[in-house]
């Protein structure tokens, strides 16, 4: 995303922040946007805006950021409370798969509230858990607080991980490297809970085959 993040910053100068705005926004709250990398285009944000290659200032950029994931994350929970039994039951597409949607219920189920806040930090989770909340009919007052809590720590901590991280001599010289070390950073938590689904799945598969193959009584 780092090329793709300058190429943006280079062509659109300050007004990049408002096409991050939109990127975020269609993260969060619309379900096709689950594929778009939040956490990749945060961090080189702020690294950008340390080393003055995006002059804007830090904390207007963060509260229109945090904002902007907020309100996709109000959309999301709207679109799970209203059309719940209807996403459940739309049969996969090139943007859409059911998977996703199973997987954020039951990382919802699993985490209760807390995974509002989690799900800021694993990636897919960030699009479909609000959804989720949303078709489980969590209380909206409930999922506000908690979702204030998780874009605020999701937004503003990753954007100053990369503005003071960006005013290291060493780490400025070499932008694309900590750029690429954070993008596969964070694809671990996603990467480590497909790897759970998949071992889980493989248990269940195995349990089943053991209760097939029990003799008859």
Known sequence: AQDWIEGIVRDFGPASVFIVCGILYAETGLLFGFFLPGDSILFPMGLMMATGTLPFPLWLACMLF?????????????????????????????????????????????????????????PVMRTFVPVAAGIGEM????????????????????????YFLGQIEFVKHNVEYFTIFFVIVSTIPIALEAWRARKHQKHEEARAEREEAKPAE
């Open 139 to 162: 209380d909206y007052r409930k999922f506000v607080k908690y979702n204030v809590i998780g874009v605020l720590s999701w937004g503003i901590g990753i954007m100053l991980l990369g």
């Open 66 to 122: 945090t904002t902007s994931a907020w309100l996709g994350d109000q959309t999301g929970y709207w679109v799970g409370r209203r059309v719940g039994p209807a996403i459940f039951n739309r049969p996969n597409s090139r943007f859409f798969n059911h998977r996703n949607v199973e997987r954020a219920h039951n990382f919802f189920e699993r985490y209760g509230a807390k995974a509002i806040i989690l799900a800021h930090f694993v």
